[in-house]
């Protein structure tokens, strides 16, 4: 892979404290347009913040963001955003098809409603990820890899450029993982970029091209093939990490 | 002071101390709105209880509404078990209705039942010395005392039996259960007692201020201490306190007693919430600010170890990358040039020996996760706090 | 009196009419509002705002001296938005978890009322202050202008969630992903609390402070079980809210010594207990009788795979077995038997059992079925 010169996501000096207590710690990352980005580390190293931050849910005490050399408040209708699963409630009374419209909310703007044209978008994003069928279920009926395909129908709605995910796989079928990935994988094709909260090591070489370790600090950002290795894996995870690389 | 003044007193202390233990585990269990609950229902039991013996402090009433007391119980938890509703939906469901029965029943019964919703709901202290208990011709003192006191040596016998299992069971329920311990005899007896003492004072302090004498001087005493034992003997005494003080309040403004005692608990919260040394707000606020500026020292002094290259280190990428506003850039390089962390050299910042080690250990911890570590370090390092 | 009797005085007289009238209204907003808070997770919020009023109103009255249910109004708000927010204060600053903050704000505020009530009771105007009937509710002191005052934030509150419908709706499911959309969420947030705190406020004065919760959250809790749609949802929740005050009303006038309020909250109890019972979707009546089913089911695969797994060792499916050789078999009955013949599953001749092509097909994909369902 050639190191693309189109910075997507550029991140300087970023330092995010909850409760005055440090979660990441002076993050520099720049992430090119068109990779299909993992992030990975151990439980509680800030993968979840730092996709927060980025998309200032959380404030950060120091450091700017920047989406393609804008700050995130201009470049709103370039991003999506996949939450964790767990954040919301599933027994809310809605349909499939109701939260996939949620992903025209933002560029609706206040107050004016969705329409047809809102309603052929959500419909096209079901039949991609597969859940035509299931648009006119109550959510809590759907199985979680079913849900998780709803987030992501959600997101491809907005027709964003960048797309972040915050652990897509996690609770999913094997079925619903594979469709997942192609999906992404169509993305990066079609020159989005997308970027994942993974915690499956065994997948990454497999799924991403992109990588980068995360444990309080950047430990290192690249091209998988580059820097997957058990170097990076044991100052990453901080025992002796060993993951067979299949290249 | 006449002695029914001192009998008043007497109760009002003996009820807040009644209302002060279970109140402590129930805070604890994050259970604190179940007394809301219980206060409320508690109202058939004690109607109906009054419709069979028609006397308002028969021993008949105090279990016919615990007994309430506990059905609400059960039927909040077989509410939320259906999964139908969120699990508070059930309680704000379950005790209007219990409540309200018990409203009706006594409206239908008006005129042979001497029973008033005022008094249930907001007891009358003033008027306990009163009702007397008699043996033949011997004046043993105001029948509330003695249902209060029974009340009180059966909680505190309970107590002191079963202070280690209860200690367990409320901060580690998963131990508990693995040493043999049940949860649900926990449970139950806790909100068993929780009810009988709710009926016991209801006719003292009325059953919504019970809620009032359980909660807040548990809740007062937790802003205090952590320790369960201190934290029982401050509620009581914050109780007590409160109780009397209440009293004389009442008196000097010709008002409800039970009132003014919440009203004294209200103050004593607010002042404690305000001012308690570590968790008040203020020292909350205070030691918020102090963490902020030296999360925001470390920040940069990480950076500076992170960046050899001058353009990194020039004062005016403070504001500039790091984007912080100027006031605060000038506060935090004030501070690590106070604790001797860096030198300024013609607007170049460098580490100083003493800086690189703080901050080389700092970033030892931070990966470790040991976080608290930090603040034993910056005791070490630090001449100066933020 | 009889239904037609009742509902001829309903139109005639101006007391009973202004009770209704009230009684509707005030059921249709707290069942829309209602189920926002059902939503939120702030159930006992409703609860903790009614009784923090309380000391709003006392001192209201200790201020302007005279009755006026609107000045009383504000004052109530005010010490509820005071409640609200100092709830939040002492869960977001301290270590208290958010049931202790929720009891200490109704019992202490409520406590404080009960201070200043007293006090005022002892003044020589109290007698016109009519405050005793916040703490029950007395529907009977409702005027015509307390109702106007009703349909009037009734209707406000109408076109404001209409106007921010998708937004309030997206903030409930999920506040997060709001945010990143570009709404303002604290915005959204402090406009529905607001809401929700006036609506309470407004139905103290008939339904009184301790039972103002009951009548926020059971109409939308009824609700709940009909629908998996919000819209119809709230509209049910109005409906419901605004049947429990007619119905409520019509009993306790047509009775001697029943206050509306008690009578308004135990019908609504009732429509929770109907929807929680016969809800077709989510009732525990449907839920035991598909249990059943699944069960019953359940028995009928496994005997027609334990068939299955007999008939499969001979080349002819249809190959005919004695039923003797199922005695081994637990689940089986003849009334299992019995069902599996009349979904043409298999044949029965005699003391013989064969399996059709169709029972033979339906048995090999049971498993596949079953994988399938999973997902």
Redesign the interface.
């Known amino acids: 892979m050639t190191i693309k010169d189109k910075i997507a996501v550029q991140i300087?000096?970023l330092?995010v404290?909850y409760?005055?207590?440090?979660v990441l710690?002076?993050i520099?990352l720049a992430i090119p347009e068109g990779v299909l980005m993992a992030i990975v580390g151990p439980n509680?190293a800030g993968k979840s913040t730092l996709i927060?931050s980025i998309?200032?849910?959380i404030k950060p005490?120091?450091?700017?963001v920047q989406i393609y050399g804008k700050a995130y408040?201009k470049q709103?209708s370039l991003?999506a955003?996949v939450?964790q699963k767990g954040?919301?409630?599933w027994?809310?009374?809605?349909?499939a098809l109701d939260?996939v419209m949620?992903g025209t909310?933002?560029s609706?703007?206040?107050?004016?409603?969705?329409g047809q044209k809102q309603k052929k978008a959500a419909l096209e994003a079901l039949e991609k990820v597969g859940m035509l069928a299931f648009k006119n279920r109550?959510i809590s009926q759907l199985?979680g890899?079913?849900q998780q395909r709803i987030f992501l129908a959600r997101a491809l709605v907005q027709n964003a450029s960048i797309y972040f995910m915050d652990e897509p796989f996690q609770g999913v079928?094997a079925?619903?993982e594979k469709a997942i990935i192609n999906i992404l994988k169509e993305l990066r094709k079609a020159g989005k970029t997308v970027i994942v909260v993974h915690h499956d090591l065994q997948t990454v070489p497999e799924y991403f091209d992109w990588v980068t370790f995360l444990?309080?600090?950047k430990i290192a950002t690249g091209p998988v093939k580059d820097i997957f290795n058990d170097d990076n894996l044991t100052k990453t995870y901080?025992i002796n990490y060993k993951v067979s690389i299949q290249q | 002071m006449s002695s029914a003044q001192i009998e008043i007193q007497l109760i009002a202390s003996l009820v807040a101390i009644a209302c002060a233990i279970p109140g402590t585990f129930l805070v604890l269990r994050k259970m604190a709105l179940i007394t809301d609950a219980i206060s409320h229902s508690i109202l058939p039991g004690i109607v109906i209880g009054f419709f069979i013996t028609h006397d308002l402090s028969s021993p008949l009433l105090i279990i016919m509404a615990a007994a309430s007391g506990v059905l609400t119980v059960v039927l909040v938890e077989f509410i939320q078990k259906t999964g139908l509703v969120k699990e508070d939906t059930a309680i704000g469901l379950v005790f209007p209705a219990l409540f309200s029965i018990g409203i009706i029943l006594i409206a239908k019964n008006a005129n042979d039942v001497h029973l008033d919703v005022d008094a249930v709901l907001l007891g009358e202290l003033a008027f306990a010395p009163f009702d007397r208990l008699n043996v033949g011709d011997t004046d043993l003192g105001p029948k509330s005392l003695w249902i209060i006191g029974s009340i009180l040596i059966i909680t505190l016998s309970l107590l002191i039996a079963f202070f280690k299992e209860l200690k367990i069971s409320t901060f580690d329920a998963g131990l508990a259960s693995a040493l043999g311990l049940s949860p649900v005899v926990m449970h139950y007896g806790l909100m068993t007692v929780s009810s009988i003492t709710t009926v016991g004072a209801f006719d003292a302090v009325g059953a919504i201020l019970v809620i009032a004498l359980m909660i807040a001087p548990a809740a007062i005493a937790y802003l205090l201490t952590n320790d369960l034992k201190k934290m029982l003997v401050l509620a009581i005494l914050f109780g007590v306190g409160s109780a009397i003080a209440g009293y004389w309040v009442a008196h000097i403004l010709d008002a409800s007693i039970s009132g003014s005692m919440t009203t004294v608990l209200g103050l004593l919260f607010l002042l404690v919430y305000l001012f308690a040394p570590e968790r008040g707000l203020f020292s909350v606020l205070y030691r918020q600010r102090q963490q902020r500026i030296e999360v925001l020292l470390l920040t940069f002094l990480l950076h500076l170890r992170n960046h050899k290259e001058e353009e990194e280190r020039h004062v005016k990428h403070l504001n500039e990358h790091i984007n912080w506003q100027k006031v605060r850039s000038k506060s935090v390089l004030d501070l690590a040039i106070k604790n001797n962390m860096i030198t300024i050299d013609s607007d170049i910042v460098s580490l100083t020996k003493k800086g690189k080690k703080f901050t080389t250990k700092a970033l030892d911890y931070i990966i470790t996760n040991k976080n608290s570590e930090i603040e034993n370090m910056k005791d070490r390092f630090f001449l100066f706090r933020g | 009196m009889n239904l037609q009797e009742y509902i001829e005085l309903v139109f005639n007289d101006y007391t009973l009419r202004t009770i209704t009238l009230g009684t509707a209204v005030l059921g249709a907003i707290c069942g829309m509002l209602g189920s926002f808070a059902v939503l939120r997770k702030q159930s006992l919020l409703g609860d903790a705002i009614s009784h923090a009023a309380l000391p709003g109103i006392a001192i209201a009255f200790l201020i302007i001296e005279t009755k006026n249910s609107s000045i009383f109004l504000l004052g109530a708000l005010v010490s509820g938005l005071i409640g609200t927010f100092w709830i939040r204060g002492i869960t977001q600053k301290t270590h208290l978890k958010s049931d202790t903050a929720l009891g200490l704000i109704l019992s202490l505020f409520f406590g404080f009322g009960m201070l200043l009530l007293t006090y005022i009771q002892k003044m020589p105007n109290a007698n016109q202050a009519g405050l005793e009937s916040y703490l029950f509710g007395q529907a009977a002191t409702l005027l015509e202008s307390d109702v106007w005052l009703m349909v009037i934030v009734t209707g406000i509150s109408l076109i404001v969630l209409l106007l921010f419908w998708k937004e309030l709706k997206l903030l409930l499911f999920d506040a997060d992903y709001t945010k990143t959309l570009g709404f303002n969420t604290k915005f959204l947030d402090i406009l529905i609390t607001s809401f929700i705190v006036i609506a309470i406020v407004l139905g103290l004065q008939t339904v009184g402070v301790v039972l103002m919760s009951a009548m926020l959250l059971a109409p939308a809790a009824a609700a709940r079980q009909w629908t998996n749609n919000l819209a119809v949802m709230v509209v049910l929740a109005a409906i419901f809210g605004t049947f429990s005050g007619i119905f409520g009303t019509a009993i306790s006038a047509s009775q001697n010594n029943l206050s509306t309020g008690p009578v308004i909250v135990l019908v609504a109890g009732v429509f929770v207990l109907f929807s929680f019972i016969f809800s077709p979707g989510r009732g525990l009546l449907f839920r035991e009788i598909r249990f059943r089913k699944n069960r019953n089911d359940l028995q009928l695969h496994k005997t027609l795979s334990f068939m299955y797994n007999i008939a499969k060792t001979h080349e002819d499916v249809s190959h005919p077995h004695a039923i003797r050789i199922l005695n081994n078999f637990q689940g089986f009955t003849r009334k299992s038997l019995q069902k599996l013949e009349d979904k043409d599953y298999i044949k029965i001749q005699g003391n013989m059992w064969s399996m059709t092509k169709e029972g033979y097909y339906t048995a090999a994909n049971l498993y596949n079925q079953l994988i399938k369902e999973d997902e």
Request: net charge negative.
């Open positions: 300087d000096d330092t404290a409760n005055y207590k440090p710690w002076d520099d509680g927060k998309l200032d849910i005490i120091a450091g700017s408040k709103r991003v955003y939450p954040s919301v409630d027994d809310f009374p809605t349909t939260v949620m909310y933002g609706l703007g206040w107050i004016k409603r969705p109550q199985s890899g079913q079928d079925t619903t444990n309080v600090k901080g």
